[in-house]
């Protein structure tokens, strides 16, 4: 013990020691050197931007006075602004008198050579100046007195410079004083720890030793380490106390990891219950609802999943399935298996060989049944899937009345294609879409030919025949992304998602040629088109513009001949009916 403390002690003094040489040698060298030589250095740089500042005066006068072209002020006048700021910061960092009289001195020469500046600014360089040799003479005197300036100017920057070179010399001397110093008391420190350390090993025994490396084993995370028996009763005592409590937090540990990563497994499934939940609960969409649920069951399960939801005849038929692309409808061909039935009939989930289902129950009725082919679920997953499942069958059964309510309200009842109304609420929808993600979208206005002649040759009902034919012609040609509308009269709108000019254009002329193989039983009545197209662009500020673009492309179409589609910023093709 007392050797401890006596190392202890002279540790404590080595340090103090250290502390004074650190803290005296910094504020030497911050307080005193290193404000010595960046002041030494601003008054060197100071003096340089003054001679430079000069020699662009000078220089500038003398072209003014050979070409009395003005431009050659110019640089005079910055030079002049130059000289002054530094001649100003020169005079205030002023420290020294012998300094003093050197920028006296050059500040003396600079005023007379300034006079002459003046003079030679308002000098009128006549011919008779020139031939009579006066301008030379002037102009002699001027380099006289620039040659006086150099001379007390130079001395100045160069004592400046050599009394910054002799603080930084002094700074660098005063860096190794101290390192020497302190190498020194290190080397000292060193060997009187040494002298320490040897004593201290021949007095401290081995047992110790060990105990030591057990306790930093076991700190470090081996919970296995373990104290071998030295003969010594108290160190023996602590090494088994050591070597029980290791053996209780290695069991401890185990079971606090199982159930640390247990619960981040329930957290994160539960959190991706509730985030779905969030997104399906605002959605009045039947798709998105069964993509969302989909993605998360098979997601949360690790296994395919494919959603079955009872129609409004009781048919269980399949909305969504986990390994289709985004946005695909599984094929209306799909049947629901006898598990899938069973489920729904039991209300309650039930396995198949390596396929499971589970009910979407709500009010005590089965709406849909969740399919999985995964061989086994753990008990965890199974509870976060049951609230899952109750979460989407709400979600699902209100967009499912939301879905009959807004149908009956947007289908137009003689074409059976969206209505208006419905038209500018995805239009809306789409364009806010198209604009936040920086997609393409197009907009085409189609309005059918001669429609009113039709109308008043055969009667409003082939008329209507002829509009039911061409919605279901238009429908059965566009893309599964696409949708038409009745606009109004004779007129058929269509939004093209993720689409840009050229693809509209190709979409646009098989619409044309769809209406156009059109034929009216019982009448020598032919069927054709006008269509405008117009595709979103940078500078339209509301889709309205897109709407009123397609509008004019499709009074081009109509102008140009009909029977055509036309781009609302030029033609894309031109079809002769």
């Not at 007195?145 to 009394?163: H, I, K, V």
């Not at 110790?208 to 057990?214: A, G, H, P, V, Y």
Request: aromatic share 4%; glycine share 6%; proline share 3%.
């Amino acid at each position: 013990m007392w050797e401890l403390q006596r190392s202890e002690r002279a540790t404590v003094w080595t340090l103090c020691i250290l502390l004074v040489l650190s803290v005296a040698s910094s504020a030497y060298l911050i307080l005193v050197s290193q404000v010595r030589v960046v002041e030494l250095t601003e008054m060197t740089q100071q003096s340089r931007l003054s001679n430079a500042a000069m020699l662009d005066q000078e220089t500038s006068l003398r072209g003014w006075l050979a070409t009395r072209d003005p431009q050659f002020l110019q640089p005079y006048r910055e030079g002049a602004r130059e000289w002054d700021a530094a001649s100003g910061a020169l005079l205030e960092s002023l420290v020294r008198p012998d300094v003093n009289e050197n920028i006296v001195t050059m500040l003396l020469t600079h005023q007379e050579w300034e006079e002459w500046a003046t003079q030679a600014r308002a000098m009128k360089a006549s011919p008779a100046d020139r031939s009579s040799g006066r301008l030379s003479a002037f102009l002699l005197e001027g380099k006289e007195l620039f040659d006086d300036y150099r001379s007390a100017q130079e001395p100045t920057t160069e004592y400046f410079s050599a009394q910054r070179d002799d603080a930084i010399t002094d700074q660098r001397n005063a860096l190794i004083l101290v390192m020497v110093a302190t190498l020194g008391l290190l080397l000292v420190a060193a060997s009187l720890a040494l002298q320490r350390g040897r004593r201290l090993r021949r007095t401290v025994t081995a047992p110790l030793d060990r105990l030591s490396t057990t306790i930093g084993s076991l700190r470090s995370g081996d919970l296995s380490a373990r104290t071998s028996a030295s003969g010594v009763v108290e160190l023996d005592s602590i090494g088994a106390a050591l070597g029980d409590l290791a053996t209780e937090l290695q069991a401890a540990g185990d079971e606090a990891v199982a159930r640390e990563a247990r619960l981040l497994r329930l957290a994160t499934r539960f959190e991706t219950v509730v985030r779905v939940g969030r997104e399906i609960s605002a959605s009045l969409s039947t798709r998105y609802v069964s993509e969302s649920v989909t993605a998360a069951a098979a997601d949360l399960l690790g296994a395919p999943a494919t959603l079955w939801v009872r129609d409004d005849t009781g048919i269980f038929r399949a909305t969504r399935r986990s390994d289709d692309p985004r946005g695909a409808v599984p094929p209306s061909t799909l049947v629901a298996s006898t598990l899938v039935g069973d489920v729904a009939a039991d209300a309650r989930s039930a396995v198949s060989g390596p396929t499971r289902a589970y009910p979407m129950v709500l009010a005590g009725r089965v709406i849909g049944v969740l399919e999985a082919n995964v061989d086994d679920v753990d008990a965890d997953a199974e509870q976060v899937l049951e609230a899952l499942m109750a979460t989407a069958a709400a979600a699902l059964e209100s967009a499912r009345l939301h879905g009959s309510i807004r149908e009956l309200a947007d289908i137009d009842p003689l074409t059976q294609l969206s209505n208006r109304r419905r038209l500018e609420s995805d239009m809306e929808t789409e364009w806010d879409r198209s604009r936040r993600y920086g997609r393409p979208m197009s907009f085409v206005m189609l309005d059918l030919d001669h429609f009113k002649m039709l109308n008043d040759e055969y009667g409003h009902l082939v008329g209507d025949t002829v509009l039911r034919a061409a919605a279901t012609a238009v429908n059965g040609v566009l893309r599964s992304s696409d949708t038409a509308y009745r606009y109004g009269g004779e007129e058929i709108a269509l939004i093209l998602r993720e689409t840009g000019p050229d693809d509209a254009a190709i979409v646009a002329e098989r619409l044309r040629a769809a209406v156009a193989s059109l034929t009216v039983d019982g009448t020598a009545a032919t069927v054709t088109a006008s269509l405008g197209v117009a595709s979103a662009s940078d500078d339209m500020a509301h889709q309205t513009e897109l709407v009123s673009c397609a509008d004019a492309a499709l009074y081009d179409a109509k102008s140009g001949g009909r029977n055509r589609v036309m781009h609302w910023s030029a033609p894309v093709a031109t079809v002769a009916g």
